[in-house]
Protein backbone atom coordinates (compact mmCIF):
# COMPACT_ATOMS: atom_id res chain seq x y z
CA UNK A 1 0.00 0.00 0.00
CA UNK A 2 1.29 3.24 -0.74
CA UNK A 3 -0.19 6.11 0.85
CA UNK A 4 0.44 10.31 0.41
CA UNK A 5 0.90 11.48 4.07
CA UNK A 6 -1.34 14.27 4.54
CA UNK A 7 -1.18 14.45 8.37
CA UNK A 8 -0.57 18.06 9.58
CA UNK A 9 0.94 17.09 13.16
CA UNK A 10 1.54 14.26 15.22
CA UNK A 11 -2.34 13.55 16.44
CA UNK A 12 -3.11 13.78 12.62
CA UNK A 13 -0.53 11.11 11.67
CA UNK A 14 -1.84 8.81 14.79
CA UNK A 15 -5.37 8.97 13.01
CA UNK A 16 -4.40 7.36 9.62
CA UNK A 17 -1.74 4.84 11.16
CA UNK A 18 -4.75 2.22 12.14
CA UNK A 19 -6.04 2.73 8.02
CA UNK A 20 -2.50 2.19 7.30
CA UNK A 21 -2.72 -0.95 9.25
CA UNK A 22 -5.64 -2.16 8.41
CA UNK A 23 -6.57 -2.67 12.01
CA UNK A 24 -5.68 -0.57 15.54
CA UNK A 25 -2.70 -2.30 16.98
CA UNK A 26 -2.26 -3.13 20.42
CA UNK A 27 1.11 -4.23 22.58
CA UNK A 28 2.92 -3.60 19.41
CA UNK A 29 5.66 -1.47 17.77
CA UNK A 30 4.40 -0.11 14.25
CA UNK A 31 7.07 0.64 11.54
CA UNK A 32 6.57 2.92 8.60
CA UNK A 33 8.43 3.21 6.24
CA UNK A 34 8.80 5.85 3.98
CA UNK A 35 9.82 7.45 0.34
CA UNK A 36 10.26 11.11 0.52
CA UNK A 37 6.46 11.94 2.30
CA UNK A 38 4.97 8.63 0.90
CA UNK A 39 4.41 5.99 3.81
CA UNK A 40 4.53 2.70 2.38
CA UNK A 41 2.46 0.45 5.04
CA UNK A 42 2.82 -0.41 8.12
CA UNK A 43 4.86 -3.07 9.78
CA UNK A 44 3.91 -4.61 13.05
CA UNK A 45 6.29 -5.74 15.78
CA UNK A 46 5.13 -7.15 19.34
CA UNK A 47 6.65 -5.64 21.57
CA UNK A 48 10.57 -6.40 22.52
CA UNK A 49 10.59 -9.00 25.60
CA UNK A 50 13.63 -9.06 28.12
CA UNK A 51 14.70 -11.80 26.94
CA UNK A 52 15.48 -10.87 23.88
CA UNK A 53 18.45 -8.65 22.70
CA UNK A 54 17.27 -5.07 22.40
CA UNK A 55 20.14 -4.22 20.35
CA UNK A 56 19.12 -7.14 17.96
CA UNK A 57 15.60 -6.51 18.02
CA UNK A 58 16.24 -2.74 16.81
CA UNK A 59 18.55 -4.23 13.82
CA UNK A 60 16.48 -6.29 12.55
CA UNK A 61 13.27 -4.06 12.68
CA UNK A 62 15.41 -1.35 10.78
CA UNK A 63 16.48 -4.11 8.39
CA UNK A 64 12.70 -4.75 7.84
CA UNK A 65 12.22 -1.40 7.19
CA UNK A 66 14.92 -1.08 5.19
CA UNK A 67 14.25 -4.37 3.05
CA UNK A 68 11.14 -2.29 1.18
CA UNK A 69 12.46 -1.05 -1.82
CA UNK A 70 13.16 2.85 -1.74
CA UNK A 71 13.30 3.52 2.20
CA UNK A 72 14.73 6.72 3.34
CA UNK A 73 13.08 7.34 6.39
CA UNK A 74 10.68 5.83 9.48
CA UNK A 75 8.16 6.55 11.68
CA UNK A 76 7.40 4.36 14.48
CA UNK A 77 4.70 4.30 16.81
CA UNK A 78 4.41 2.41 20.03
CA UNK A 79 0.73 0.83 20.88
CA UNK A 80 1.35 -0.10 24.63
CA UNK A 81 -1.13 -1.01 27.55
CA UNK A 82 1.69 0.70 29.85
CA UNK A 83 1.63 4.19 31.28
CA UNK A 84 3.87 7.30 31.55
CA UNK A 85 5.80 7.59 34.27
CA UNK A 86 6.27 10.68 36.36
CA UNK A 87 9.31 11.87 37.95
CA UNK A 88 10.53 15.07 39.00
CA UNK A 89 12.53 15.77 35.53
CA UNK A 90 8.73 14.93 33.89
CA UNK A 91 7.13 12.14 32.10
CA UNK A 92 8.85 8.96 31.01
CA UNK A 93 6.99 6.97 28.69
CA UNK A 94 6.92 3.54 28.22
CA UNK A 95 9.71 1.70 26.00
CA UNK A 96 11.60 5.09 25.82
CA UNK A 97 15.14 2.95 26.14
CA UNK A 98 13.84 0.61 23.34
CA UNK A 99 12.76 3.59 21.29
CA UNK A 100 15.99 5.17 21.52
CA UNK A 101 17.96 2.16 20.73
CA UNK A 102 15.41 1.76 17.54
CA UNK A 103 16.05 5.30 16.44
CA UNK A 104 19.83 5.26 17.18
CA UNK A 105 19.58 2.02 14.84
CA UNK A 106 17.65 3.84 12.06
CA UNK A 107 20.23 6.95 12.05
CA UNK A 108 23.19 4.49 12.04
CA UNK A 109 21.59 3.22 8.99
CA UNK A 110 20.83 6.97 7.16
CA UNK A 111 17.01 6.73 7.46
CA UNK A 112 15.70 9.85 8.55
CA UNK A 113 13.06 10.03 11.61
CA UNK A 114 9.93 11.53 10.51
CA UNK A 115 8.18 10.65 13.88
CA UNK A 116 8.45 8.73 17.36
CA UNK A 117 5.06 8.41 19.21
CA UNK A 118 3.34 6.54 21.74
CA UNK A 119 -0.29 5.58 22.83
CA UNK A 120 -1.19 4.84 25.80
CA UNK A 121 -4.78 4.26 27.58
CA UNK A 122 -3.97 7.59 29.15
CA UNK A 123 -3.32 9.40 26.03
CA UNK A 124 -0.56 10.01 23.19
CA UNK A 125 2.62 11.64 23.67
CA UNK A 126 5.70 12.48 21.48
CA UNK A 127 9.58 10.31 22.30
CA UNK A 128 11.35 13.43 20.20
CA UNK A 129 10.47 16.11 22.49
CA UNK A 130 12.25 17.11 26.10
CA UNK A 131 9.10 17.23 27.99
CA UNK A 132 6.44 15.28 26.33
CA UNK A 133 3.09 16.00 27.42
CA UNK A 134 -0.29 13.01 27.21
CA UNK A 135 -2.72 14.62 24.58
CA UNK A 136 -6.20 13.00 24.58
CA UNK A 137 -7.19 10.15 23.16
CA UNK A 138 -9.72 11.68 21.34
CA UNK A 139 -7.34 13.50 19.33
CA UNK A 140 -6.16 10.84 17.52
CA UNK A 141 -9.57 8.92 16.71
CA UNK A 142 -9.38 6.65 13.11
CA UNK A 143 -9.97 7.45 10.34
CA UNK A 144 -9.65 6.20 6.77
CA UNK A 145 -7.28 7.26 4.34
CA UNK A 146 -8.89 8.65 0.92
CA UNK A 147 -9.34 6.59 -2.12
CA UNK A 148 -8.56 9.55 -4.49
CA UNK A 149 -7.43 12.82 -4.61
CA UNK A 150 -4.55 14.32 -2.96
CA UNK A 151 -4.02 11.69 -0.34
CA UNK A 152 -4.86 8.57 -2.62
CA UNK A 153 -4.02 4.82 -1.35
CA UNK A 154 -4.12 2.05 -3.74
CA UNK A 155 -4.96 -0.91 -1.50
CA UNK A 156 -7.22 -1.70 1.18
CA UNK A 157 -7.77 1.34 3.78
CA UNK A 158 -11.06 2.16 4.46
CA UNK A 159 -13.73 0.27 6.66
CA UNK A 160 -13.99 -0.80 10.21
CA UNK A 161 -10.28 -0.42 11.93
CA UNK A 162 -11.19 -1.07 15.45
CA UNK A 163 -10.39 -4.61 15.79
CA UNK A 164 -6.58 -5.69 16.91
CA UNK A 165 -4.17 -7.18 14.88
CA UNK A 166 -5.37 -10.64 15.87
CA UNK A 167 -9.33 -9.53 14.79
CA UNK A 168 -10.99 -11.87 12.56
CA UNK A 169 -8.63 -14.83 13.36
CA UNK A 170 -11.72 -16.61 14.52
CA UNK A 171 -12.88 -19.53 12.51
CA UNK A 172 -16.77 -19.21 10.99
CA UNK A 173 -19.20 -19.97 13.37
CA UNK A 174 -20.53 -23.60 12.70
CA UNK A 175 -23.61 -25.61 14.36
CA UNK A 176 -22.60 -29.48 15.84
CA UNK A 177 -25.04 -31.08 12.93
CA UNK A 178 -22.72 -29.34 9.98
CA UNK A 179 -19.49 -30.80 11.77
CA UNK A 180 -21.15 -34.14 12.52
CA UNK A 181 -22.09 -34.46 8.82
CA UNK A 182 -18.39 -33.50 7.85
CA UNK A 183 -16.92 -36.15 10.31
CA UNK A 184 -19.49 -38.84 8.98
CA UNK A 185 -18.96 -37.98 5.34
CA UNK A 186 -14.59 -37.86 5.83
CA UNK A 187 -14.99 -41.59 7.51
CA UNK A 188 -16.92 -42.84 4.48
CA UNK A 189 -15.13 -41.42 1.97
CA UNK A 190 -11.93 -42.50 3.58
CA UNK A 191 -13.65 -46.28 4.03
CA UNK A 192 -14.33 -46.24 0.40
CA UNK A 193 -10.77 -44.79 -0.96
CA UNK A 194 -9.14 -47.27 1.03
CA UNK A 195 -11.84 -50.52 -0.88
CA UNK A 196 -11.66 -48.58 -4.01
CA UNK A 197 -7.79 -49.04 -3.78
CA UNK A 198 -8.13 -52.68 -2.81
CA UNK A 199 -10.91 -53.19 -5.95
CA UNK A 200 -14.02 -54.14 -3.46
CA UNK A 201 -16.57 -50.90 -4.00
CA UNK A 202 -19.92 -52.87 -4.53
CA UNK A 203 -21.94 -50.59 -6.54
CA UNK A 204 -24.21 -49.71 -3.68
CA UNK A 205 -22.27 -46.68 -2.13
CA UNK A 206 -23.28 -43.34 -1.45
CA UNK A 207 -23.46 -41.17 -4.54
CA UNK A 208 -22.67 -38.11 -2.58
CA UNK A 209 -19.09 -40.59 -1.86
CA UNK A 210 -19.14 -41.68 -5.33
CA UNK A 211 -18.98 -37.95 -6.69
CA UNK A 212 -16.64 -36.77 -4.10
CA UNK A 213 -14.51 -39.67 -5.02
CA UNK A 214 -14.91 -38.72 -8.86
CA UNK A 215 -13.71 -35.01 -7.68
CA UNK A 216 -10.61 -36.55 -6.41
CA UNK A 217 -9.41 -37.93 -9.79
CA UNK A 218 -8.37 -34.80 -10.94
CA UNK A 219 -6.67 -33.15 -8.07
CA UNK A 220 -6.24 -29.99 -9.08
CA UNK A 221 -8.93 -29.62 -11.00
CA UNK A 222 -10.76 -30.46 -7.24
CA UNK A 223 -8.48 -27.17 -5.35
CA UNK A 224 -9.12 -24.92 -8.49
CA UNK A 225 -13.42 -25.40 -8.45
CA UNK A 226 -13.09 -25.12 -4.07
CA UNK A 227 -11.86 -21.44 -4.70
CA UNK A 228 -15.66 -20.87 -6.70
CA UNK A 229 -17.80 -21.31 -3.83
CA UNK A 230 -15.27 -20.85 -0.52
CA UNK A 231 -17.69 -20.42 2.16
CA UNK A 232 -20.58 -23.02 0.74
CA UNK A 233 -18.96 -26.18 0.08
CA UNK A 234 -21.38 -29.39 0.83
CA UNK A 235 -20.07 -32.01 3.36
CA UNK A 236 -18.48 -34.11 1.00
CA UNK A 237 -16.68 -31.52 -0.95
CA UNK A 238 -15.23 -30.44 2.41
CA UNK A 239 -14.77 -34.00 3.55
CA UNK A 240 -12.60 -34.91 0.55
CA UNK A 241 -10.76 -31.31 0.45
CA UNK A 242 -9.66 -32.60 4.41
CA UNK A 243 -8.70 -35.95 2.81
CA UNK A 244 -6.19 -34.28 0.75
CA UNK A 245 -4.70 -31.80 3.48
CA UNK A 246 -4.01 -34.76 5.99
CA UNK A 247 -1.69 -36.01 3.19
CA UNK A 248 1.27 -33.41 3.09
CA UNK A 249 1.85 -34.36 -0.82
CA UNK A 250 -1.79 -33.12 -1.59
CA UNK A 251 -1.99 -29.99 1.04
CA UNK A 252 1.74 -28.71 -0.68
CA UNK A 253 -0.08 -29.20 -3.87
CA UNK A 254 -3.03 -26.77 -3.30
CA UNK A 255 -0.80 -24.42 -1.53
CA UNK A 256 1.62 -23.93 -4.14
CA UNK A 257 -1.64 -24.04 -6.67
CA UNK A 258 -3.23 -21.31 -4.91
CA UNK A 259 -0.45 -18.80 -4.97
CA UNK A 260 0.46 -19.49 -8.67
CA UNK A 261 -2.32 -20.94 -10.98
CA UNK A 262 -3.96 -24.43 -12.02
CA UNK A 263 -0.58 -25.19 -13.93
CA UNK A 264 1.52 -24.34 -10.98
CA UNK A 265 -0.57 -26.63 -9.15
CA UNK A 266 -0.34 -29.28 -12.09
CA UNK A 267 3.61 -29.02 -11.79
CA UNK A 268 3.82 -29.13 -8.30
CA UNK A 269 1.85 -32.44 -8.10
CA UNK A 270 3.95 -34.11 -10.91
CA UNK A 271 7.04 -32.87 -8.92
CA UNK A 272 5.81 -34.03 -5.40
CA UNK A 273 4.95 -37.42 -7.25
CA UNK A 274 8.56 -37.78 -9.10
CA UNK A 275 10.21 -36.79 -5.75
CA UNK A 276 8.24 -39.66 -3.77
CA UNK A 277 8.56 -42.26 -6.39
CA UNK A 278 12.37 -41.66 -7.14
CA UNK A 279 13.35 -38.88 -5.25
CA UNK A 280 13.92 -36.33 -7.87
CA UNK A 281 14.34 -32.82 -6.84
CA UNK A 282 11.39 -30.36 -6.97
CA UNK A 283 12.18 -27.86 -9.44
CA UNK A 284 13.87 -24.58 -7.41
CA UNK A 285 11.12 -21.99 -8.83
CA UNK A 286 8.03 -24.13 -7.17
CA UNK A 287 10.12 -24.78 -4.02
CA UNK A 288 10.68 -20.63 -3.71
CA UNK A 289 6.99 -20.22 -3.58
CA UNK A 290 6.64 -21.66 -0.09
CA UNK A 291 9.54 -19.33 0.82
CA UNK A 292 7.58 -16.16 -0.25
CA UNK A 293 9.96 -15.70 -3.31
CA UNK A 294 9.39 -15.02 -7.03
CA UNK A 295 6.51 -13.58 -8.46
CA UNK A 296 3.70 -12.23 -6.15
CA UNK A 297 0.50 -14.17 -5.90
CA UNK A 298 -2.36 -12.85 -6.69
CA UNK A 299 -4.10 -11.64 -3.35
CA UNK A 300 -7.85 -11.94 -4.30
CA UNK A 301 -6.87 -15.45 -5.42
CA UNK A 302 -5.56 -16.07 -2.08
CA UNK A 303 -8.16 -14.22 0.31
CA UNK A 304 -10.33 -16.65 -1.37
CA UNK A 305 -8.29 -19.54 -1.02
CA UNK A 306 -7.98 -18.62 2.76
CA UNK A 307 -11.79 -18.49 3.11
CA UNK A 308 -11.70 -22.11 1.74
CA UNK A 309 -9.24 -23.79 4.28
CA UNK A 310 -10.84 -21.26 7.22
CA UNK A 311 -14.30 -22.54 6.38
CA UNK A 312 -12.56 -25.83 6.42
CA UNK A 313 -10.93 -26.01 9.92
CA UNK A 314 -14.33 -24.95 10.97
CA UNK A 315 -16.09 -28.04 9.99
CA UNK A 316 -12.90 -30.44 10.78
CA UNK A 317 -12.99 -33.24 13.10
CA UNK A 318 -10.19 -31.87 15.79
CA UNK A 319 -7.18 -34.16 14.71
CA UNK A 320 -8.08 -32.95 11.08
CA UNK A 321 -7.84 -29.13 11.58
CA UNK A 322 -3.99 -29.30 11.65
CA UNK A 323 -3.31 -29.28 8.19
CA UNK A 324 -6.26 -26.47 6.88
CA UNK A 325 -5.14 -24.31 9.95
CA UNK A 326 -1.50 -24.54 8.41
CA UNK A 327 -2.35 -23.40 5.50
CA UNK A 328 -4.25 -20.56 6.56
CA UNK A 329 -1.11 -19.61 8.57
CA UNK A 330 0.48 -19.71 5.54
CA UNK A 331 -1.50 -17.85 3.39
CA UNK A 332 -1.86 -15.52 6.13
CA UNK A 333 1.88 -14.78 5.68
CA UNK A 334 1.77 -14.70 2.00
CA UNK A 335 -0.51 -11.91 2.06
CA UNK A 336 1.83 -10.22 4.64
CA UNK A 337 -0.73 -10.96 7.69
CA UNK A 338 2.35 -12.59 9.96
CA UNK A 339 0.35 -11.83 13.04
CA UNK A 340 -2.94 -13.79 11.86
CA UNK A 341 -0.45 -16.57 10.72
CA UNK A 342 1.29 -16.58 14.20
CA UNK A 343 -2.58 -16.71 15.69
CA UNK A 344 -3.36 -20.36 13.01
CA UNK A 345 -0.55 -21.68 14.25
CA UNK A 346 -0.85 -21.44 18.15
CA UNK A 347 -4.54 -22.90 16.88
CA UNK A 348 -2.06 -26.18 15.51
CA UNK A 349 0.19 -26.14 18.27
CA UNK A 350 -2.91 -26.93 20.74
CA UNK A 351 -3.30 -29.90 18.55
CA UNK A 352 -0.47 -31.63 17.67
CA UNK A 353 2.57 -29.60 18.97
CA UNK A 354 4.97 -31.73 16.57
CA UNK A 355 3.01 -30.87 13.12
CA UNK A 356 5.58 -30.33 11.07
CA UNK A 357 4.61 -27.91 8.41
CA UNK A 358 3.60 -25.48 11.56
CA UNK A 359 7.03 -26.20 12.92
CA UNK A 360 8.67 -24.69 9.38
CA UNK A 361 6.15 -21.65 9.64
CA UNK A 362 6.95 -20.85 13.23
CA UNK A 363 10.54 -20.85 12.57
CA UNK A 364 10.10 -18.13 9.32
CA UNK A 365 7.76 -16.28 11.41
CA UNK A 366 9.75 -16.49 14.78
CA UNK A 367 12.83 -15.12 12.53
CA UNK A 368 11.24 -11.77 11.27
CA UNK A 369 11.08 -13.68 7.71
CA UNK A 370 8.56 -12.22 5.78
CA UNK A 371 7.76 -13.09 1.98
CA UNK A 372 10.16 -10.97 -0.68
CA UNK A 373 6.59 -9.83 -2.44
CA UNK A 374 5.62 -8.03 1.10
CA UNK A 375 8.06 -5.79 1.04
CA UNK A 376 7.50 -5.36 -2.85
CA UNK A 377 4.07 -3.92 -2.18
CA UNK A 378 4.47 -2.78 1.13
CA UNK A 379 1.33 -4.02 2.92
CA UNK A 380 0.14 -3.61 6.45
CA UNK A 381 1.81 -6.15 9.15
Known amino acids: MTTLLRASDSAGFLRIVPALAGFT ?17 AMRLDLPRDDVSLEEYADAAVGLALRVEGTDAVALVVYTDGEPHPTR ?12 ELLGCADDAGLRVVDALCVTPAGWASYLVD ?4 GALSD ?3 VAVPTSGDGAADDETAGD ?20 RVASALLE ?3 MLCRDKCGTLTGRENPLAIAALVMLEDVPAFFESVLRTPDDLPPFATAALLWCFDRPLFRDVAIAQWATDLAGGMR ?13 MVPDDLGQVFLGRGPAPDTDRLRVALSVVRHAAARAPRASRTAPLTAAAWLSWALGR ?5 RYLEMVREIDPQYGLAALLETMIGGALLPEWAFRRGPAR
Open 25 to 41: PRQSIVLLPFRGSRAYG
Open 161 to 180: VAGDQFAGTELPAVDLAEKE
Open 89 to 100: DGLVLPFAVEVD
Open 268 to 280: TLGAQLAFAGTGS
Open 189 to 191: LTE
Open 131 to 134: DPVV
Open 140 to 142: IDA
Open 338 to 342: SSHAG
